[in-house]
């Protein structure tokens, strides 16, 4: 085997891993807009799935919970705020902004957005 040759298929692996989770994290982000837009259908579903007997229980958890702002939050603010409760208790060690610039790429939930907007 010639030097080098393993790179080529590490790298299609990387981008059909991130491909992979692309798609499973619009398909998310899609049930959370269906949670908001129809939480009727959705408690419906749970009911019969067995997944929780009680409608009018899973009707109200569905209307309460905020699934419809994912759009509008700022996903670097949301990430700095848990970060720092995170370091106040020791849980990590590097800054938040250290953090965020390390291991998040938002290019990606930005790119989603506007995807799903259409």
Not at 54 to 62: F, H, M, N, Q, T
Request: proline residues 3%; positive net charge; charged residues 30%.
């Amino acid at each position: 085997m010639r030097r080098g040759a393993g790179v080529g298929a590490a790298a299609v692996t990387g981008l059909a891993s991130r491909a992979a989770t692309a798609a499973m994290d619009a398909s998310r982000l899609k049930a959370a807009d269906i949670c908001a837009e129809q939480p009727e259908h959705v408690a419906r579903y749970l009911q019969q799935k067995g997944i929780e007997p009680r409608y009018d229980v899973s009707l109200d958890v569905l209307t309460r919970l905020p699934y419809h702002h994912w759009r509008d939050w700022n996903v670097e603010d949301t990430l700095r705020f848990h970060a720092l409760r995170l370091k106040d208790v020791g849980m990590i060690q590097s800054a938040p902004n250290d953090l965020i610039a390390r291991c998040t790429d938002q290019r990606f939930l930005s790119e989603l957005k506007r995807e799903m907007k259409a």
